[in-house]
Nanobody, 127 residues
Framework: QIQVAESGGRVVQAGDSLTLNCTASGSSVFDYAVGWFRQPPGKEREFVASVSQSGGSKYFADSVKGRFTISRHNVHNAQNMVYLQMNNLKPEDTAVYYC?????????????????WGQGTQVTVSS
């Protein structure tokens, strides 16, 4: 069984930086890609970034390219940390951010390809 948990969300000012943490635990978690999605108020969930199983391939939504980075680190047996570093935050980045596991691809853009999700962490960017 795989468990996913996000942390690090809070209220920040426009232009600030913030790092979100995703802890993925469970059997074979190192074998899977990990993605970050977000759901702005009143909108659909959208892709933000993903990292492949090896960490060698990374993908970003156009809206965050050049501002966000993603990285993953093996902490110890059956646990993996994935960080979303967000710089130059804008009010339109306000959303609930979710981390999820992609067991079939290398970091798909599509949420339906992910089958383990965290509960989300709220990021609010004030102007």
């Amino acid at each position: 069984q795989i468990q996913v948990a996000e942390s690090g969300g809070r209220v920040v000012q426009a232009g600030d930086s913030l790092t979100l943490n995703c802890t993925a635990s469970g059997s074979s978690v190192f074998d899977y890609a990990v993605g970050w999605f977000r759901q702005p108020p009143g909108k659909e969930r959208e892709f933000v970034a993903s990292v492949s199983q090896s960490g060698g391939s990374k993908y970003f939504a156009d809206s965050v390219k050049g501002r966000f980075t993603i990285s993953r680190h093996n902490v110890h047996n059956a646990q993996n940390m994935v960080y979303l570093q967000m710089n130059n935050l804008k009010p339109e980045d306000t959303a609930v951010y979710y981390c999820a596991i992609d067991r079939y691809y290398s970091g798909s853009y599509y949420s339906h390809n992910y089958d383990y999700w965290g509960q989300g962490t709220q990021v609010t960017v004030s102007s």
